[in-house]
Every structure is written in structure tokens, then in C-alpha cells.
């Protein structure tokens, strides 16, 4: 019989989930149906409680259900713990098992499909938001120098950095702040991209042979992107590769087996 997976959001039209297990699925020879479903915005627990009730087997949560996952979940795993927002449903009888799979999909492309190694790394990270928070911990357990959180509100990221400062060497600061500092890894956690704009960066944060990575993509750069090439950043990337490797984290929690992303990127840059 079939298993049945989906990713639940509110738009969900545009997302690119459905295309990427389908083809983790023919990778690997597992019998699953995976789609998208959209949830209303004030009924993600009825839309999710149906799915189960159909015999599904476990969904990706997208924007705005992480918290909400979070809270529906009745066990968590540490790092969906860390992250405080759930992107990963498994579901096992009567439990909603909880987990995050965004940090290890981005540390994944960035060590393996983009070959930077992040141990011994000064990290610059903006945003202090939930995107930023999934990937804190994940990127902290990859040992670098330092992790800096950037963030327009010096409070927020200072917050952060305090929640994740027992696991590892963190600090906040505002954009102002930064001049005068420059970092081996810059990634933008921020929504900026989506709206045309740029997080208010000084120039001088991009270090020699650095490498600026933006979470969110689309077709050429994103304006994170053409800035860090115009301040001399050696290497640029978006999140194509954070969304295929996190999708297949959460093809590895259900199925116990690891699809490969690179030939998955290729396909859909290709398209």
C-alpha cells in the first residue's frame, strides 16, 4: 500500500515539495504519494488531525504552522527542541513526533554540495527570526570560531545568542555594530530578499575568500547576493540547496534512507 506524505502551508501553490519527493521517491525505489495541502489559517490542527485520520504518514509544515506544529507535537526531538518550530511531522500511532530538519539541510549544502567546511569558521548570521533559529543549533555543532547574530533589533538577537550560548561560542550585535568586522561565512536568515531589499549591511563584513549565502531563491541573484558580489565576496549562493536537503532529511526520518540532493538540484535549476 502507498504511504501517504504531504506538506501542509497557507499559500502552498508555489511549493516545489511535491516535485522534490517525487523524485527522492524514483532515487529510491519507495512506494509513497506526497502532495500539497493547504491548511486554513485558523484550523492547521483540524487540517493535520484529518490527514492522520486518512492514514498519512507524516508531513513537512512551511509558513505560518512551524510554531503551531511545535506545540501539536507530542514528542520533540532535541534539535526540534533548539529550533522551537517544527518543519517535519512523524507520525507513529497515537504520536505526532516533532522534528526540524532546516539546520542539517543548510550545513549539509553548505559543506557538502558547496565544499565549505564550517569548523573553525567566523559565521555572521542574519536575522534573529525563526528561520535564523532552526539552523543556530545545527551550525553550532559544526564547531565554528564564532557565530555572530546580526539583527536590526539589537534585543532579539541578543536574546538568541543567550539561548544557544551553552552549546557554543555566540554573539549578538546590531548591523551598526559590524563595521569594522568581517567573517568567512555570511548567511542572510532575513525575509529581505523576498521583498527586493537588503538587510542594512556596512561594507567590509565579506572576508577573503568568503562565502555569502542567501536562504532564500529564486532566478539570479537576490539582492544579498549581487551586494556580497559587489563587496568582494569569493563565492555566492541561494537556498535552493537548504530546501532539497532539508526535504531530504525529512525523506530520511520517514524512510531510513537518504536521497541524494545534488542530482535533485541540478534538475530543478535546470528547469
Not at 556580497?228 to 526535504?247: F, I
Request: glycine letters at 12%.
Amino acid at each position: 500500500m502507498t504511504d501517504r506524505y504531504c506538506v501542509f502551508g497557507n499559500p502552498i501553490g508555489h511549493s516545489k515539495s511535491p516535485r522534490i519527493h517525487a523524485i527522492f521517491a524514483r532515487q529510491t525505489g519507495q512506494d509513497i504519494c506526497y502532495e500539497a495541502r493547504l491548511a486554513p489559517l485558523d484550523d492547521f490542527a483540524g487540517a493535520l488531525h484529518a490527514f492522520i485520520e486518512a492514514g498519512g504518514r507524516g508531513a513537512n509544515v512551511t509558513v505560518p504552522f512551524k510554531e503551531t506544529a511545535f506545540s501539536l507535537s507530542t514528542q520533540r526531538t532535541p534539535r526540534a527542541e533548539l529550533a522551537g518550530a517544527v518543519n517535519t511531522l512523524r507520525f507513529d500511532q497515537a504520536e505526532i513526533i516533532g522534528d526540524n530538519t532546516d539546520g542539517a539541510g543548510l550545513t549539509r549544502d553548505l559543506a557538502v554540495n558547496l565544499g565549505h567546511a564550517l569548523h573553525g569558521q567566523r559565521i555572521l548570521l542574519l536575522g534573529a527570526g525563526g528561520a535564523a533559529r532552526g539552523v543556530i543549533g545545527p551550525l553550532l555543532d559544526q564547531q565554528p570560531a564564532t557565530l555572530t547574530i546580526a539583527n536590526r533589533t539589537a534585543r532579539k538577537a541578543q536574546d538568541l545568542a543567550e539561548v544557544f550560548s551553552a552549546i557554543g561560542s555566540v554573539k549578538s550585535i546590531n548591523y551598526a555594530e559590524l563595521a569594522g568586522n568581517d567573517f568567512d561565512l555570511v548567511i542572510n536568515a532575513t525575509s529581505a530578499s523576498l521583498s527586493g531589499e537588503l538587510p542594512p549591511l556596512p561594507p567590509g563584513v565579506f572576508a577573503a575568500g568568503s562565502l555569502a549565502y542567501d536562504m532564500m531563491y529564486g532566478k539570479g541573484d537576490t539582492p544579498f547576493m549581487a551586494f556580497a558580489r559587489n563587496q568582494g565576496a569569493a563565492r555566492v549562493a541561494d537556498g535552493l540547496g537548504m530546501l532539497v536537503e532539508q526535504a531530504a532529511e525529512a525523506f530520511f526520518v520517514w524512510r531510513g534512507i537518504r536521497p541524494e540532493g545534488a542530482p535533485v538540484m541540478a534538475l530543478l535549476r535546470g528547469e
